[in-house]
T-cell receptor, first 113, second 114 residues
Framework: AQKITQTQPGMFVQEKEAVTLDCTYD???????LFWYKQPSSGEMIFLIY??????QNATEGRYSLNFQKARKSANLVISASQLGDSAMYFC??????????FGTGTRLTVIP | EAGVTQSPTHLIKTRGQQATLRCSPI?????VYWYQQALGLGLQFLLW???????NRGNFPPRFSGRQFPNYSSELNVNALELEDSALYLC?????????????FGSGTQLSVL
């Protein structure tokens, strides 16, 4: 069964606008971590933001925030004030209690000037 | 502080040959992970090494193997290369195994099998 689902293969956003990238996950573990990574064309995976399953507050890191809805098993990434440099692939990932890290298939974000 | 480094950046091989990919984790990190990213696909987990031992492997055939050295650097070996092995191979390291430990990734090795 797929552990991480990203249903948006591609997204477009106007520069300076906000965009939400969707992610749903599947686990029966009580303790798990959710991550978002950015992969520019250079190939390197860049860590953006982390949300723990027990965290009650949504995580924020600068222009990135994670909209965590535990009951719905969703962990959407919100990017505010999009910049041209935000154009990249974005991957949602979940680390379960057995140290398995599952990645979604990614969303390609294109920021339009 | 140096990040995760991988070599070579690009590797071109022919079918049936063997490929060796190398990874140096961030200083102090004992866990090394290998992932395969085929074109247009997400990351598929290959192998996890910690303290010199193989801890887990993904759903890949035995011709994908590796090892971790006493200095925690790691090698990924792919024997009897097939065309579908062409992919970006990413190495990552982490400080521990807790679910809140993030993985730090290298820039990858682009393997092309002709």
């Amino acid at each position: 069964a797929q552990k991480i689902t990203q249903t948006q293969p591609g997204m477009f956003v106007q520069e300076k606008e906000a965009v939400t990238l969707d992610c749903t996950y599947d686990t029966s573990d009580q303790s798990y971590g959710l991550f978002w990574y950015k992969q520019p064309s250079s190939g390197e995976m860049i860590f953006l933001i982390y949300q723990g399953s027990y965290d009650e507050q949504n995580a924020t890191e600068g222009r990135y925030s994670l909209n965590f809805q535990k009951a719905r098993k969703s962990a959407n990434l919100v990017i505010s004030a999009s910049q041209l440099g935000d154009s990249a692939m974005y991957f949602c990932a979940m680390r379960d209690g057995a140290n398995n890290l599952f990645f979604g298939t990614g969303t390609r974000l294109t920021v339009i000037p | 502080e140096a990040g995760v480094t991988q070599s070579p950046t690009h590797l071109i091989k022919t079918r049936g040959q063997q490929a060796t990919l190398r990874c140096s984790p961030i200083s102090g990190h004992t866990s090394v992970y290998w992932y395969q990213q085929a074109l247009g696909l997400g990351l598929q987990f290959l192998l996890w090494y910690d303290e010199g031992e193989e801890r887990n492997r993904g759903n890949f055939p035995p011709r994908f193997s590796g090892r971790q050295f006493p200095n925690y650097s790691s090698e990924l070996n792919v024997n009897a290369l097939e065309l579908e092995d062409s992919a970006l191979y990413l190495c990552a390291s982490s400080l521990g195994e807790a679910s809140n430990e993030k993985l730090f990734f290298g820039s990858g090795t682009q393997l092309s099998v002709l």
